[in-house]
């Protein structure tokens, strides 16, 4: 039912930002939770950030005071604004829409980061 797109990846260098966005659509997204994760090549995907649908919001230790999450639930998209990019940021970063239990999970096809000088 919903259909999941990241955008706004791209080529960065070390100490750099860049602001990837999800957009949702096909239902509201008021009632779900949200995740950003990414996957390092050679590496299982992992979490980065969350929020749920009360805006509750928790980060790894790993982008703790470099990166914020947001969500605009009228705009059905989700945000996560990265600053300060290391190269092990480097990865395809992935959008997860998920209702509590696992009965809805619905995930984009990514975007990639890449940090490099």
């Known amino acids: 039912q919903v259909q999941v797109v990241e955008s706004g990846g791209g080529l960065v260098q070390p100490g750099g930002s860049l602001t990837l966005s999800c957009s949702a659509s096909g239902s509201s997204i008021n009632g779900y939770d949200m995740r950003w994760y990414r996957q390092a090549p050679g590496k299982p995907r992992e979490w980065v950030a969350s929020?749920?649908?009360?805006?509750?919001?928790a980060y790894t230790d790993a982008v703790k005071g470099r990166f914020t999450i947001s969500r605009d639930n009228a705009k059905s998209t989700m945000s996560l604004q990265m600053n300060r990019l290391k190269p092990e940021d480097t990865g395809v970063y992935y959008c997860n829409i998920f209702s509590l239990g696992g009965a809805r999970d619905y995930w984009g096809q990514g975007t990639q980061v890449t940090v490099s000088s």
């Open positions: 929020i749920t649908s009360g805006f509750n919001i």
